[in-house]
């Protein structure tokens, strides 16, 4: 069945899990959204954000960007980092493959060799090319990590998912981990605090229950089943964005 017929199947395959599911035009890889920006990387390094219905190409190339409270950042083949400064990407120092910029004003990400770093909030904010940043390094070992409101998400490399403790502006690096029951090949978190991930075989989970007093949250519910696998997923201000494993973009309203 082709895309297009899943989503019109949606009220009956949905319901209250999603609604109003539509196939946005272009081509990602991998897509970020906060505070009502969206972001993404196509197969070819090509950079986008999406201005109303229109997606405009930003200079530069990029396999991984990200946005969120602490600005947009990015990552290129290299593993060299990018901060978008006035319209400009700056280089600045340090190496990673995936970073994100979810945290309140600090960046945190992941490098080749799965080591976990992450970047206090007065660093992040005076970041330039100028300077050697602070680098954190955590200790652990994840493919990838995601930060919101309430503390750090990430998985390993095999799929098993863990949450950072006491994680805040000033101290990044948080203080333990909890193993959270579960497998997700990639999890991103929200700047309000949800958290949405995808599994290998590219089921699209939510983290129910998720509290300031119970950060972890209770139990993962399946939601977008009705689409094709899913590699990719981001969430903001009710929107659930999705990439599918043919680089389609499919924006769903929770």
């Known amino acids: 069945m082709l895309l297009w017929e899943f989503l019109l199947l949606l009220p009956l395959l949905a319901g209250s ?44 190339s990029l396999k991984h960007v990200t946005v969120g409270p602490a600005g947009v950042w990015g990552v290129n083949n290299n593993d060299n980092i990018y ?10 120092t340090g190496l990673l493959k995936q970073i994100d910029a979810g ?50 998400w990430g998985v390993n490399s095999a799929d098993n998912i863990y949450f950072r403790f006491d994680v805040t502006p000033d101290s990044c690096a ?18 309000e605090g949800s958290v949405y991930g995808v599994t290998s ?7 129910d229950g998720i509290t300031k007093s119970n950060p972890v949250g209770t139990t993962w519910t399946q939601v977008a089943s009705f689409i094709c696998n899913c590699k990719h997923v981001s969430y903001d201000l009710g929107l659930l964005w999705l990439i599918t494993d043919q680089d389609k973009i499919v924006k769903c309203r929770i």
């Open 17 to 60: 899990s999603a609604q109003d599911c539509i196939e946005i035009p272009g081509s990602l890889k991998q897509i970020d959204a906060s505070n009502g920006q969206v972001f993404g990387v196509n197969s070819a390094g090509n950079i986008y954000t999406l201005y109303g219905d229109s997606w405009a190409q930003v200079p530069g």
């Open 103 to 152: 945290g309140d004003m600090f960046v945190a990400g992941v490098s080749m060799y799965d080591g976990i770093y992450c970047l206090s909030r007065p660093a992040t904010v005076s970041a330039n090319s100028d300077s050697a940043l602070p680098w954190v390094n955590i200790a652990g070992s994840l493919k990838y990590y995601s930060c919101g409101l309430w503390g750090c």
């Open 174 to 191: 948080g203080s333990r981990w909890e193993y959270v029951p579960g497998k997700l090949s990639m999890i991103e978190v929200g700047t």
């Open 83 to 92: 901060k978008l400064v006035g319209g400009s990407w700056q280089q600045v």
């Open 201 to 207: 075989a590219g089921q699209v989970f939510r983290r």
